[in-house]
């Protein structure tokens, strides 16, 4: 079987979905690596979560940033709470998936830290009570959402940022996610450090 159109297409649609996200992206791109440097220049930590595929980007982002992106320099205080399966399924066992990233954050979270929650796809309510646990906590709120997110943008308070994909299919959604984060820690590595190397 020829696979080459269906490869084709979903290049191509790949393609489409960035070329119109520019726009629409760069702005609050911008703000939220404002937000991630601000918070690292004041000893703070950025902490990420995301279920499924979300957590798998989490996870990259949280290594971005301890390990390296683009170019040797000094660590940076990040976690992915969605890291710890023997830590997640406690939580789970004891109080429900519901609270498996809000308990964490009332015990890990400071003020000033920043929560990067992703979601690719409708709503999960456990990240809704990240976003709420982050509040009490007096932390900033950046958020990668999807066109079917309804609720979660509404939590964001003043000084919190959106990055919203409006595409309907997940794999584009997932696809521009990636490249947001990709995008940050760059703008944060060039920011804190200087580097950088165009394309």
């Known amino acids: 079987m020829d696979y080459y159109q269906l490869i084709s297409n979903n290049f191509q649609s790949t393609?489409?979905?960035?070329?119109?996200?520019?726009?629409?992206?760069?702005?609050?791109?911008a703000q939220a690596s404002e937000l991630i440097v601000q918070a690292l220049l004041q000893d703070r930590k950025i902490v990420a979560c995301g279920n499924g595929v979300d957590g798998a980007l989490a996870q990259l982002f949280a290594c971005n940033l301890l390990s390296r992106f683009d170019e040797?320099?000094?660590?940076?205080?990040?976690?992915a709470l969605n890291s710890d399966g023997?830590?997640?399924?406690?939580i789970a066992h004891t109080t429900g998936l519901n609270d498996i990233y809000a308990r964490?954050?009332?015990?890990?979270?400071?003020?000033?830290?920043?929560?990067?929650?992703?979601?690719?796809?409708?709503?999960?309510s456990?990240?809704?009570?990240a976003v709420q646990a982050a509040h009490e906590?007096?932390?900033?709120?950046?958020?990668?959402?999807?066109?079917?997110?309804?609720?979660?943008?509404?939590?964001?308070?003043?000084?919190?940022?959106?990055?919203?994909?409006?595409?309907?299919?997940?794999?584009?959604?997932?696809?521009?996610?990636?490249?947001v984060i990709h995008s940050l820690c760059e703008l944060v590595e060039y920011s804190l450090f200087g580097n950088h190397k165009p394309g």
């Open 137 to 179: 906590r007096n932390m900033v709120v950046i958020v990668m959402s999807n066109a079917t997110d309804g609720e979660l943008g509404t939590l964001l308070l003043q000084g919190d940022v959106e990055i919203r994909v409006d595409s309907l299919r997940r794999p584009r959604v997932v696809e521009l996610h990636a490249m």
């Open 86 to 90: 023997a830590c997640l399924t406690s």
């Open 15 to 29: 393609i489409e979905t960035i070329a119109l996200s520019v726009d629409e992206l760069a702005e609050p791109l």
């Open 72 to 79: 040797d320099r000094p660590a940076l205080p990040a976690l």
């Open 104 to 124: 964490q954050l009332r015990a890990l979270g400071q003020a000033g830290d920043v929560l990067l929650c992703i979601s690719s796809a409708g709503e999960a």
């Open 126 to 129: 456990n990240l809704l009570r």
